[in-house]
């Protein structure tokens, strides 16, 4: 089975890629492949941009990415309630190109702030907007208090509850 992972940030030191790196791990005995989103730069959408110039060749690659996929696993970094600008770009191109980005796959939404309220309100706006675009959404979770919760010297969740309710949510996307 084969599962494309990601964080929908571009920070280098994203959050959401470290979780999203620790739940690839416990992905045993998938073939998960874990992207960052700097390795697809693409300008900014704009309806100009694309009927000058088409579509950049870094969506088509995200794209063929995604379908490559089994199922996708996602962990979403909220900036100002929302998606991080790079993460929406790319998927608005992405979109462009093929309508149903997910392609009736299976999907696991994660998130996670340093804050305590764990990104919730760009997981729900992702939950409640992603089967438009073909996905089944299997398992949401947020995880508040990053840093609180998670153990950087291991890259591992040090809450025993978030891990299991991790391990359960993940558990959806290999059924
Ligand atoms: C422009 C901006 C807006 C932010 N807005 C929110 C927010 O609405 N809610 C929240 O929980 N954290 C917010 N944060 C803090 C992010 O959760 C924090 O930077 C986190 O590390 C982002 O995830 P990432 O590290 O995976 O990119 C914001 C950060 C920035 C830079």
Redesign the pocket.
């Known amino acids: 089975m084969k599962i494309i992972a990601f964080?929908a940030?571009?920070?280098r030191?994203?959050?959401?890629?470290k979780l999203v790196s620790h739940a690839a791990e416990m992905l045993t005995g998938a073939d998960v492949e874990v992207l960052d989103l700097n390795d697809f730069p693409a300008p900014i959408y704009s309806q100009d941009h694309e009927a000058e110039h088409g579509h950049p060749q870094a969506a088509k690659n995200f794209l063929e990415k995604l379908n490559s996929a089994d199922a996708i696993l996602i962990?979403f970094?909220?900036?100002?309630?929302?998606y991080?600008a790079a993460y929406k770009s790319l998927f608005d191109w992405s979109s462009r190109i093929q309508k149903k980005v997910f392609d009736g796959k299976p999907v696991v939404a994660l998130s996670?702030?340093?804050?305590p309220?764990?990104?919730k309100?760009?997981l729900e706006a992702a939950t409640n907007s992603l089967p438009y675009f073909g996905a089944t959404v299997k398992a949401s979770l947020s995880i508040p208090s990053?840093h609180s919760n998670f153990d950087a010297a291991t890259g591992e969740l040090s809450n025993p509850e978030l891990k299991q309710q991790l391990q359960a949510a993940l558990a959806n996307l290999k059924a």
């Open positions: 964080a940030s571009n920070s030191q994203s959050i959401n890629k962990s970094a909220e900036h100002n309630g929302s991080t996670t702030s340093p804050g309220g764990g990104a309100s760009v990053f």
